[in-house]
């Protein structure tokens, strides 16, 4: 029993230690990541071991319980609802919603866009993004870092593509008459979404309001206005 555990223990590390690498090229036809660890003492060992440790990514379902609808998803021909204070909503379709995404290092996402609708300034802490205006214009735009900050934007029309290099600050907003709606590809199973504004005024706890007054040289006041809107 002792002998198994440390036998099971290593397996497990191992599998932890390969899952490390940044979204590699599979080993493999595909990993459809397992949210049933039913049934086999050792998948139940080696989750609770995942558990612990959070590797990167997600376990492996077996590949002959895997169906087509690990590779499916539906419903990305509904439009948002974009009643919301910015007038905008993200349909994403990531790892969690198609679980036979894990490992391979990409994903999509719908855009909605009101007349004047903003997705507001935010970053891809692992992806970049190549998108394509399937309705209306968009005003898009990212900004390269430190120290040139330049701004490299471009008013798109149905059926032009742009692209926002992996991490950089960007944002797009609606120009046309109408609705505008985009579809993007993401080079992440999980891309992950950093609101510039949520992240430095609605973080929580909140960041001292002196301390983002001095970084944006503001009065204190404007801070705590801004932070009490998020
Ligand atoms: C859209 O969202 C708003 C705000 O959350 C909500 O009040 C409204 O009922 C929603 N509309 C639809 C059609 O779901």
Known sequence: MAKNILLLSFVALTCSYLALAYEPKPLQDFCVADSDSSGVYIYIY??????????????????????????????????????????????????????????????????????????????????SEILTVVEGSLEVGFVTSNPENRLISKVLQKGDVFVFPVGLVHFQRNVGHG????????????????????????????????LLAKAFQVDKKIVDQIQWKF
């Open 46 to 127: 080696i989750y609770i071991y995942i558990y612990i440790t959070r590797v990167n990514g997600l376990a492996c379902k077996d590949p002959l319980m895997v169906q087509a609808s690990d590779f499916s998803f539906s419903g990305l021909h509904i439009t948002g609802n974009t009643s919301n204070a910015v007038g905008f909503s993200a349909e994403a379709v990531n790892v969690v919603q198609v679980p036979g995404l894990n490992t391979l290092g990409i994903s999509m996402v719908r855009l909605d866009y009101a007349p004047w609708g903003t997705n507001p300034p935010h970053t891809h802490p692992r992806a």
């Open 179 to 210: 609705n505008s709606v985009a579809i993007a590809a993401l080079s992440s199973q999980n891309p992950g979404t950093i609101t510039i504004a949520n992240a430095v005024f609605g973080s929580n706890a909140p960041i001292a309001s002196d």
